[in-house]
């Protein structure tokens, strides 16, 4: 077998299973003739996500989910990393947050939202604190990782041609660690937009968590499934992008991380 | 030996700070009852709820769903992460979804699972369920690959069944990926059920929770999550020993 038919059927392949996911769907929804209602047929679907992207409030409501997903990633992500360096870098920092930092990764993070919505109050500032707790776990266990696994001698190196603290957290530390923290940041990213619609199925004002909130409660199905389908393209797309800007920036770094990480 | 103990001082010292800053701002600094409840609140709460017995059913009601979906989500997980191994084609058509699926936040689905499957256990089990069959999937189809070559050919060569070489070579070498990722499936199927309960629910931590906040009985509400953090500690202490014993080849 030549190589060009089998590189062509493995990036066919998935379109392949979705086109035939499609087709069941369409099957179903001929052959047992469920109503609308329960499960409307892919064109009806389509139709109706046509119309909603074109009315301008789905992605309206989109846009408030991502922004508030986004906005909570850079707080948690800049939080995490902090405390990971802090505890790198700081013998006593380690001492004192270890198990503080223990006690805070066994709380299931998307427990607390109803209680992020009585602290924090209504609207976009409850996802971004929500979102913020959950990233904050992912990157700071990676970048702490990464950091620690820093080559030794390099350190002694630098350190003996006199690079002071800053130049060698930047010089040596940050390149080293860079893999492992984009593994962080890739695991958070679903974990962002995971806990920013999980805050507006709780209480929100709007977002796709609402959307899907209320079309799922009035049994409108093709509304719901809009909405899920443009969450998935989002979902897809920002991991796509966080893989892109990890081949920019750790351009050294030729294979795929194998680290096998499943998010909910 | 030292390090340890030096280690415990420190944590001790910021445990004890945050206990006495949390303690201090609820006395002192003025925070209400139902904004931040004092450590002697909660404490309270957790005794009503557990001793009182009032949280009981809750935690019965969550355990039980978490553990059917556990069970089924990982189970499921498994096998068809077997199959996709097994079958070289189902591998290229189905592996590429599966992943991509991997950056879909899957709880939004919850409401469209209630909307289906009603107020009760059956919409909690599958999304559990639907949550912990991620990991166990990726882990089983990581894990069973990651079998020895020789070992496969040497089995190979003796013509042996590709279940027999499954059972005794493959699921040895995907034990530890199995057991890793049982541990997150603990904690999924655990958030699973919990958001399943805060979208419509009659009992469970997660109606709790959620209930209670309206109630601005913010003292439950920590109880609740205490509980429910120790829920997931304990699971993920039973897995460990599990693995401690099933995988005992492999220490430390």
Same mark, same amino acid.
């Given at each position: 077998?030549s190589l060009?038919?089998?590189?062509?059927?493995?990036v066919?392949?998935?379109?392949?299973?979705?086109?035939a996911?499609?087709?069941?769907?369409?099957l179903?929804?001929? @052959?047992? =003739?469920?109503p609308?209602?329960?499960l409307?047929d892919? !064109?009806?679907? /389509?139709? &109706?996500? +046509?119309a909603?992207?074109g009315?301008?409030?789905?992605?309206?409501?989109?846009l408030?989910t991502?922004?508030a997903a986004?906005l909570g990633? @850079?707080? =948690?992500v800049?939080?995490?990393f902090?405390l990971a360096? !802090?505890m790198a /870098?700081s &013998?006593l +920092?380690?001492r004192l947050l270890v198990?503080p930092?223990?006690a805070f990764?066994?709380?299931p993070?998307v427990?607390?939202?109803p209680?992020i919505?009585?602290?924090?109050g209504?609207?976009m500032q409850?996802?971004?604190a929500?979102?913020a707790?959950?990233?904050?776990?992912p990157v700071?266990v990676n970048s702490l990782?990464g950091?620690r696994?820093?080559?030794a001698?390099?350190?002694?190196?630098y350190r003996?041609?006199?690079?002071?603290?800053w130049?060698?957290?930047?010089a040596?530390?940050?390149?080293s660690?860079a893999?492992q923290?984009?593994?962080?940041?890739?695991i958070?990213?679903v974990?962002?937009?995971?806990a920013?619609v999980v805050?507006?199925?709780?209480?929100?004002?709007?977002?796709l968590?609402?959307?899907?909130?209320?079309?799922?409660?009035?049994l409108d199905?093709?509304g719901v499934?809009?909405?899920?389908?443009?969450?998935?393209v989002?979902?897809?797309?920002c991991?796509?992008?966080?893989?892109?800007?990890?081949r920019r920036?750790?351009?050294?770094?030729?294979?795929?991380?194998?680290?096998?990480?499943?998010t909910a | 030996m030292?390090?340890?103990?030096?280690?415990?001082?420190?944590s001790t010292c910021?445990l004890?700070?945050?206990?006495l800053?949390w303690w201090?701002?609820?006395?002192?600094?003025?925070f209400?009852?139902?904004?931040?409840p004092?450590?002697?609140?909660v404490?309270?709460?957790?005794?009503?709820?557990?001793f009182g017995?009032?949280?009981?059913?809750?935690?019965?009601?969550?355990?039980r769903?978490?553990i059917?979906?556990?069970a089924l989500?990982v189970g499921?997980?498994?096998a068809?992460?077997a199959l996709v191994v097994l079958v070289?084609?189902l591998?290229?058509?189905l592996?590429p979804v599966?992943?991509a699926?991997?950056s879909?936040p899957k709880v939004a689905?919850?409401p469209l699972?209630v909307?289906y499957l009603?107020?009760?256990?059956a919409s909690?089990v599958f999304?559990?369920?639907?949550?912990?069959?991620?990991?166990?999937f990726?882990?089983a189809?990581?894990?069973?690959r990651a079998?020895?070559?020789?070992?496969?050919?040497?089995?190979?060569?003796?013509s042996?069944?590709?279940?027999?070489t499954?059972w005794?070579v493959?699921?040895?070498?995907a034990?530890p990926?199995l057991?890793a990722?049982?541990q997150?499936a603990v904690?999924?199927?655990l958030?699973?059920?919990?958001?399943?309960?805060?979208?419509a629910?009659?009992?469970?931590?997660?109606?709790v929770?959620?209930?209670?906040s309206?109630?601005?009985?913010?003292?439950m509400?920590?109880?609740?999550i205490?509980?429910?953090?120790?829920?997931?500690v304990a699971?993920?202490?039973m897995v460990?020993l599990?693995?401690?014993h099933?995988?005992?080849?492999r220490?430390?």
């Amino acid at each position: 077998m030549s190589l060009a038919p089998a590189g062509a059927l493995r990036v066919a392949a998935p379109f392949v299973t979705v086109a035939a996911l499609v087709l069941a769907w369409w099957l179903a929804t001929r @052959v047992f =003739g469920t109503p609308t209602m329960l499960l409307p047929d892919p !064109a009806t679907t /389509l139709q &109706r996500l +046509a119309a909603d992207l074109g009315s301008g409030e789905l992605l309206r409501d989109a846009l408030a989910t991502v922004s508030a997903a986004a906005l909570g990633y @850079v707080l =948690g992500v800049g939080l995490a990393f902090a405390l990971a360096a !802090a505890m790198a /870098l700081s &013998r006593l +920092a380690e001492r004192l947050l270890v198990v503080p930092v223990m006690a805070f990764q066994s709380i299931p993070k998307v427990a607390l939202a109803p209680l992020i919505y009585l602290w924090v109050g209504f609207g976009m500032q409850s996802s971004v604190a929500l979102v913020a707790l959950a990233c904050i776990y992912p990157v700071f266990v990676n970048s702490l990782t990464g950091l620690r696994a820093v080559d030794a001698n390099l350190v002694d190196l630098y350190r003996a041609c006199g690079a002071g603290r800053w130049r060698i957290f930047w010089a040596v530390r940050m390149p080293s660690a860079a893999p492992q923290l984009f593994v962080g940041l890739e695991i958070s990213v679903v974990f962002a937009l995971l806990a920013a619609v999980v805050m507006e199925l709780v209480a929100g004002e709007r977002g796709l968590g609402v959307r899907i909130q209320a079309a799922s409660a009035t049994l409108d199905m093709a509304g719901v499934f809009g909405a899920v389908a443009l969450l998935a393209v989002i979902g897809i797309a920002c991991s796509a992008l966080l893989r892109a800007f990890r081949r920019r920036l750790v351009f050294w770094q030729r294979e795929e991380p194998t680290a096998v990480e499943a998010t909910a | 030996m030292k390090d340890a103990a030096k280690t415990m001082l420190g944590s001790t010292c910021s445990l004890l700070a945050l206990g006495l800053l949390w303690w201090w701002a609820t006395h002192a600094g003025g925070f209400d009852k139902s904004v931040l409840p004092s450590p002697a609140d909660v404490g309270g709460a957790l005794q009503a709820g557990l001793f009182g017995g009032s949280l009981y059913p809750h935690i019965l009601a969550t355990g039980r769903a978490a553990i059917a979906g556990l069970a089924l989500g990982v189970g499921i997980g498994i096998a068809a992460g077997a199959l996709v191994v097994l079958v070289p084609l189902l591998q290229l058509f189905l592996l590429p979804v599966v992943t991509a699926m991997q950056s879909i936040p899957k709880v939004a689905l919850a409401p469209l699972i209630v909307a289906y499957l009603g107020f009760g256990l059956a919409s909690k089990v599958f999304t559990a369920a639907m949550l912990a069959f991620f990991p166990a999937f990726l882990a089983a189809v990581a894990g069973l690959r990651a079998a020895d070559r020789a070992h496969l050919e040497l089995l190979r060569a003796c013509s042996a069944s590709p279940l027999h070489t499954l059972w005794n070579v493959r699921l040895p070498a995907a034990a530890p990926y199995l057991f890793a990722a049982l541990q997150v499936a603990v904690v999924f199927s655990l958030i699973g059920v919990v958001v399943s309960e805060f979208i419509a629910a009659t009992e469970g931590l997660g109606y709790v929770i959620k209930a209670r906040s309206l109630e601005l009985d913010v003292s439950m509400m920590f109880a609740a999550i205490l509980v429910l953090c120790a829920m997931g500690v304990a699971g993920g202490l039973m897995v460990r020993l599990l693995q401690h014993h099933v995988v005992f080849w492999r220490r430390g």
